[in-house]
């Protein structure tokens, strides 16, 4: 046993340990810490093991049972293998530079695994485990600040059981469920003046995405008002260095431009760039504001916002500036006019997750343990972690996507007929082939240099970073597929596209869904 001392700082904010000099540091041996486990942390290891392990298997049930695509799904597995073979990340299914697209750096940790075992694995795993041990931090800070590990582990739990946090482990494989831990790293850090810890997950987040600034811009502000000027002031600066050179460096080296979305700013026009189009929005809201207020409410916007909020029975509004971090996020996707940003079930919602979590946690730290009232004793913390725990339920069940809950779920089935007979067709392709296929086969050949989402190359839809190429053909790439992979169906609308294209490519494998074509090299490719 070693000695413990305990340490007073303020009443969120402990000395942290790593500032005291001359303290002989005692390391428990293995038995000493397993033994120091409680059953709170034992039933929070096993929540996040059987999350990771539930909604990895349904994510790798979906992806084999042809429910992902091209994006986004295959793109990100064709860069990173890519990158395991020292090759540039060029993804041929969308037509520019993984990097380009986004600066999502914090993927090149996942590259040495595509050295050992590569396959779909890598990206549902990884996505269901880091969302999965974003509860970690949120029972962290929650131990010491409601002074009670069940308290703090029905705060993980919320967490758990938001429907944003469900919802991202389901949509396809994105980067952006790193931050579902690494936000609340840094907030539990920053929280705790944890500095060294709470560098490395600034530094972590910045690398999932460009706009991570959108998050860490506003944590760097309540760093500098509520803990260390310096500090603060430091992550707001850098941060938006980080960010500008993200984009007008990295991105714009690489594609041309600093983003793609620009149209996603309101009142844009078609050809804006980032600059025309945010002050298309700047006097839209000074000369017309009635307007703006107008957009903000249109298209359930509102309930996006109720839907996000509401599993924490607002209790963060009772010291808010925690929870405030996330604000800029939330506005920001109300704003957009791109309709996945503001729904629940998509990767954009996550990322304000963390601070809502922890700002709920951080305002039930200052509800006193107990209140007396007339002469009879109010455990006015467990009312609210009662009131906490009964809104995060009833929203699951309403909105997430749980085995238990009302939501219709699409589980998957990796021997579904379609499924199986597009495996027995993508058998016959040539490792190394070039291969033009459709979007649901595109994610299960993805490991070679030249893979198309048909009908690219040979008619451009949604390719590359100049939308002036839509319709064209990239001769060149066109002419060096070697197989193309489609489906029966006449639902999918690809018979146009192939009957310009057909007298040059010989039926070689079919089957009742799916139809393998390859190349024939004696006849020209014909077609503009």
């Given at each position: 046993?070693?000695?413990?001392?305990?340490?007073?700082?303020?009443?969120?904010?402990?000395?942290?340990?790593?500032?005291?000099?001359?303290?002989?540091?005692?390391?428990?041996?293995?038995?000493?810490?397993?033994?120091?486990?409680?059953?709170?942390?034992?039933?929070?290891?096993?929540?996040?093991?059987?999350?990771?392990?539930?909604?990895?298997?349904?994510?790798?049930?979906?992806?084999?049972?042809?429910?992902?695509?091209?994006?986004?799904?295959?793109?990100?597995?064709?860069?990173?293998?890519?990158?395991?073979?020292?090759?540039?990340?060029?993804?041929?299914?969308?037509?520019?530079?993984?990097?380009?697209?986004?600066?999502?750096?914090?993927?090149?940790?996942?590259?040495?695994?595509?050295?050992?075992?590569?396959?779909?694995?890598?990206?549902?795993?990884?996505?269901?485990?880091?969302?999965?041990?974003?509860?970690?931090?949120?029972?962290?800070?929650?131990?010491?600040?409601?002074?009670?590990?069940?308290?703090?582990?029905?705060?993980?739990?919320?967490?758990?059981?938001?429907?944003?946090?469900?919802?991202?482990?389901?949509?396809?494989?994105?980067?952006?469920?790193?931050?579902?831990?690494?936000?609340?790293?840094?907030?539990?850090?920053?929280?705790?003046?944890?500095?060294?810890?709470?560098?490395?997950?600034?530094?972590?987040?910045?690398?999932?995405?460009?706009?991570?600034?959108?998050?860490?811009?506003?944590?760097?502000?309540?760093?500098?008002?509520?803990?260390?000027?310096?500090?603060?002031?430091?992550?707001?600066?850098?941060?938006?260095?980080?960010?500008?050179?993200?984009?007008?460096?990295?991105?714009?080296?690489?594609?041309?431009?600093?983003?793609?979305?620009?149209?996603?700013?309101?009142?844009?026009?078609?050809?804006?760039?980032?600059?025309?189009?945010?002050?298309?929005?700047?006097?839209?809201?000074?000369?017309?504001?009635?307007?703006?207020?107008?957009?903000?409410?249109?298209?359930?916007?509102?309930?996006?916002?109720?839907?996000?909020?509401?599993?924490?029975?607002?209790?963060?509004?009772?010291?808010?500036?925690?929870?405030?971090?996330?604000?800029?996020?939330?506005?920001?996707?109300?704003?957009?006019?791109?309709?996945?940003?503001?729904?629940?079930?998509?990767?954009?919602?996550?990322?304000?997750?963390?601070?809502?979590?922890?700002?709920?946690?951080?305002?039930?730290?200052?509800?006193?343990?107990?209140?007396?009232?007339?002469?009879?004793?109010?455990?006015?913390?467990?009312?609210?972690?009662?009131?906490?725990?009964?809104?995060?339920?009833?929203?699951?069940?309403?909105?997430?996507?749980?085995?238990?809950?009302?939501?219709?779920?699409?589980?998957?089935?990796?021997?579904?007929?379609?499924?199986?007979?597009?495996?027995?067709?993508?058998?016959?392709?040539?490792?190394?082939?070039?291969?033009?296929?459709?979007?649901?086969?595109?994610?299960?050949?993805?490991?070679?240099?030249?893979?198309?989402?048909?009908?690219?190359?040979?008619?451009?839809?949604?390719?590359?970073?100049?939308?002036?190429?839509?319709?064209?053909?990239?001769?060149?790439?066109?002419?060096?597929?070697?197989?193309?992979?489609?489906?029966?169906?006449?639902?999918?609308?690809?018979?146009?596209?192939?009957?310009?294209?057909?007298?040059?490519?010989?039926?070689?494998?079919?089957?009742?869904?799916?139809?393998?074509?390859e190349r024939d090299r004696s006849v020209p490719l014909p077609g503009n």
């Amino acid at each position: 046993m070693t000695e413990q001392v305990a340490i007073e700082g303020s009443d969120d904010a402990p000395v942290d340990p790593d500032d005291l000099d001359d303290v002989a540091v005692v390391r428990p041996t293995v038995n000493e810490w397993l033994g120091a486990r409680t059953l709170p942390q034992i039933l929070l290891t096993c929540a996040v093991l059987l999350w990771t392990a539930y909604f990895t298997q349904r994510s790798l049930d979906i992806h084999h049972g042809l429910g992902t695509s091209s994006y986004d799904s295959g793109l990100y597995d064709q860069g990173m293998w890519l990158l395991s073979r020292g090759e540039a990340p060029f993804i041929t299914l969308m037509g520019r530079n993984m990097f380009g697209d986004h600066t999502s750096f914090v993927l090149l940790l996942l590259v040495p695994l595509y050295w050992i075992a590569p396959g779909a694995w890598i990206m549902f795993f990884s996505q269901s485990a880091v969302i999965a041990a974003g509860a970690i931090p949120v029972f962290l800070y929650g131990r010491r600040r409601l002074e009670s590990e069940w308290f703090a582990l029905i705060a993980a739990g919320t967490y758990l059981l938001h429907p944003a946090v469900g919802w991202a482990n389901l949509e396809n494989f994105h980067p952006d469920s790193f931050l579902g831990l690494f936000i609340g790293v840094a907030l539990y850090a920053a929280l705790e003046r944890k500095w060294k810890l709470y560098g490395a997950f600034v530094v972590l987040s910045l690398l999932v995405k460009e706009d991570v600034s959108l998050v860490i811009v506003p944590l760097g502000i309540w760093v500098a008002l509520r803990r260390s000027w310096r500090i603060g002031l430091i992550t707001v600066f850098g941060s938006l260095w980080f960010m500008f050179t993200a984009m007008y460096v990295v991105m714009r080296g690489l594609i041309g431009q600093p983003t793609l979305n620009a149209w996603r700013i309101p009142f844009s026009q078609p050809g804006d760039g980032t600059g025309a189009a945010a002050r298309r929005l700047i006097d839209t809201a000074v000369t017309n504001p009635t307007q703006l207020a107008d957009h903000l409410r249109a298209d359930g916007r509102p309930w996006y916002l109720w839907q996000m909020t509401s599993p924490f029975a607002w209790i963060f509004l009772r010291l808010p500036s925690v929870a405030m971090i996330s604000a800029l996020v939330l506005f920001t996707n109300v704003l957009s006019t791109f309709w996945y940003q503001y729904q629940v079930q998509y990767h954009y919602a996550l990322v304000a997750v963390p601070a809502l979590a922890i700002g709920t946690v951080y305002a039930l730290g200052a509800v006193k343990s107990k209140v007396t009232v007339q002469s009879l004793e109010v455990p006015l913390r467990a009312v609210g972690i009662g009131a906490l725990a009964l809104s995060s339920f009833v929203a699951a069940f309403m909105w997430s996507p749980m085995p238990w809950g009302r939501t219709v779920l699409f589980h998957g089935d990796p021997d579904n007929v379609y499924a199986v007979t597009m495996r027995e067709i993508i058998e016959e392709i040539p490792a190394g082939a070039s291969v033009a296929a459709h979007h649901r086969v595109t994610p299960h050949i993805a490991y070679r240099t030249e893979i198309y989402q048909f009908p690219n190359p040979f008619r451009v839809v949604l390719y590359g970073p100049d939308r002036e190429l839509e319709g064209i053909r990239l001769s060149e790439r066109a002419d060096r597929v070697d197989f193309v992979v489609l489906p029966t169906s006449e639902d999918e609308n690809v018979a146009d596209d192939f009957a310009v294209i057909e007298a040059a490519f010989v039926e070689v494998a079919a089957n009742q869904f799916w139809v393998l074509y390859e190349r024939d090299r004696s006849v020209p490719l014909p077609g503009n």
